[in-house]
């Protein structure tokens, strides 16, 4: 007998349902799908257990003819479209016919239907893919599906499901996104028994947008309506004073189907092009609808990307939509930015959409504020000092503090923006496996720290040093990037209670990630804690960062890990931990104190073996007496 065989149709169905149903907010995006499909008028979605032991998707809708019941759980089986040709032109959100084959051969479900033409209704159980019973059963209008128990014939995919809390946190996003792409349909999403969202389904964007997000956020949208041609853009998009340090509000559709797309987030942030400050990013959540046969929607399984026909098209008339939406807010506001967004509609498109695209991976800019240095109680040096290059007299140099002595214990205060918050700031925070701020293991002084002396600081940012016949340039952003770096990686960062805790509004994916890396935030110096579904509550920062920087950072951190599609969460974390080092660290064109140039030299001098930053720059640059001397040819 040959060594190939068929794979027997069991095996082969679980191999093909795993593309289908990933994990249980995939078994609810399917099913609501089904229900738009059938249009509903009214979708409510239940889940216990973040969707492995239930999930339950009642509709309104079509419902499915008593003789079709079987025929809608086989592979391939399907009513929206017929042949080839059909599927050059999808105006449905399914058309694979294998979203309940594959639901149904991973778990137990059950279905209960009726169409407007039955009196009775039609009930079918299926487990693991295969048939348990049927029956007629009274029930109304729409259909009922219920899938319970999730991979429990595939174990090794049951393995890979995370927490319950973040299961349920995937599904509360495509619940959002679902509401918001059928503002028509009123969609009820309840968690373990609690309702959690409910909208009304008066085909009122804003209003969808409000009973999913809240008051604030639908108050700070302004109108996006607009059709040239055969392309409409119509939703909601933020006004300037909405925005956030990630993508990851942003919401697209395409003919109500929810899409991930560069092409349409580019065209996003083209339309707010110098609108927003650097690393800000809008907030948005447009329907683009297009005639079907301008779209190719069979790309992927999972039915979430697409490609434009003509994507230079596309791209133009999101930017001028959205463009317009945000003019007209302005003209409300300020007359002369009526002007200048005027003058900014002239859009060179295919060119950007090329540039762009090839781009798209440097999508998540990380900015840095300035923050102020870690020791702060010295005053600077003076500017004649620095100009004479006077070094610093040996008397003086002794009177410089040891990197024991360092850490600023002192609790310090400081004043934040209108609201006058104080930060207290501890050095150490007891009670807390943090750390002390300290390179060197106390007892074992491993690394020689050799001899200099400090001549100065130029240009705000390089420490000039002398040593046993050398001059020594210093980065002083690099050298305590790369400090503040091994030390939370090594030890964890130190923190800062903030006495007012910030309140954090996330996405549910962005809650998803939090609690999944809980406490790798903790390490990393962020005191976090749950409160209600969408929100989280800062009650530490990691030290150095200003209080205002605290959200925008972790906001970017946890964007940082969402786009992790690719790499692996070590890497995700080893970024993070690069962040917060560079956003702690002292900037360039910051003068620095000598007793604040002497810390940082010592302890870039016991960074043993590492000679850059995080970032590969280098933290020192040597230059030899014999090396000077040969350039100035006093030896040739
Ligand atoms: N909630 C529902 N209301 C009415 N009919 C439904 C519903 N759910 C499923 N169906 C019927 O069952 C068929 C099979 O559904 P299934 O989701 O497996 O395939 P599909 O939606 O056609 O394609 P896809 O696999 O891309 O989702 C559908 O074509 C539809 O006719
Ligand atoms: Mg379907």
Known sequence: ?????????????????????????????????????????????????????????????????????????????????KDESDLENIATLGFRGEALCSVSAVSRTEMITRTQNEEVGTYMAVEGGEAKDYHAAGCPLGT????????????????????????????????????????????????????????????????TVRAVFGKDISNAMVEVDS??????????????????????????????????????????????????????????????????????????????????????????????????????????????????????????TPKVVQETLKGTKSFVKSTFTPVKPSVTEVAPVKKEEKKLFAPVKKEEKKLVSTPEELPVKAIETLKVSESEVLIVKEAVVKEEKVVEEKVLPKEETVVEIPDFEIIGQIFGTYIILESDNEMILI?????????????????????????????ITL?????????????????????????????????????????????????????????????SVSEARDKAIYTVACKAAIKANHTLSVKEMDALVRESFALEGISTCPHGRPIRVNMTKYHIEKMFKRIV
């Open 1 to 81: 007998m040959g060594k190939i065989s068929v794979l027997d149709k069991a095996v082969a169905e679980k191999i093909a349902a795993g593309e289908v149903v990933e994990r249980p907010s995939s078994v609810v995006k399917e099913l609501i799908e089904n229900s738009f499909d059938a249009l509903a008028t009214s979708v409510t979605v239940e889940i216990e257990k973040g969707g492995t032991s239930y999930i339950r998707v009642t509709d309104n809708g079509s419902g499915i003819a008593s003789e079709d019941v079987a025929t809608a759980f086989l592979r391939h089986a399907t009513s929206k479209i």
């Open 475 to 503: 980065d002083q952003h690099a050298a305590h990037e790369r400090i503040n770096y091994e030390k939370i990686k090594n030890q964890g960062a130190m923190k800062q209670t903030v006495l007012l805790p910030v309140n």
């Open 144 to 207: 009922t599906i219920t899938v319970r128990n999730l991979f429990f014939n595939t174990p090794a995919r049951m393995k890979f499901l995370k927490k319950d809390a973040t299961e349920a946190a995937y599904i509360t996003d495509i619940c959002q996104r679902a509401a918001l792409s059928h503002p028509e349909v009123s969609f009820r999403y309840i968690r373990d028994g609690r309702d959690i969202f409910f909208t009304p389904g008066d085909n009122q964007i804003k209003n």
């Open 227 to 348: 059709k040239e041609g055969v392309y409409a853009v119509r939703g909601l998009t933020g006004s300037n004073n909405l925005s956030r340090p990630n993508r990851n509000m942003q919401y697209f559709f395409v003919n109500g189907r929810l899409v991930k797309s560069a092409l349409l987030s580019m065209a996003l942030t083209e339309a707010y092009k110098n609108e927003l400050m650097v690393g800000k990013f809008p907030v948005c959540v447009l329907d683009i609808s297009l005639p079907c046969d301008m779209v190719d929607v069979n790309v992927h399984p999972a039915k979430t990307e697409v490609k434009f026909v003509s994507e230079e098209e596309v791209y133009r008339n999101v930017v001028m939509a959205v463009r317009d939406a945000i003019t007209k807010n302005a003209k409300n506001t300020n007359p002369l930015r009526q002007a200048q967004n005027a003058f900014k509609m002239a859009v060179d």
């Open 507 to 567: 996405t549910a994916r962005e809650m998803a990630v939090w609690e999944e890396n809980r406490e790798f935030f903790d390490r990393m110096g962020f005191e976090t804690e749950v409160f209600g579904n969408d929100s989280i509550i800062v009650r530490a920062l990691p030290s150095d960062i200003d209080y205002e920087d605290g959200e925008a950072l972790l906001l970017e951190i946890i964007g940082s890990f969402m786009g992790q599609d690719k790499g």
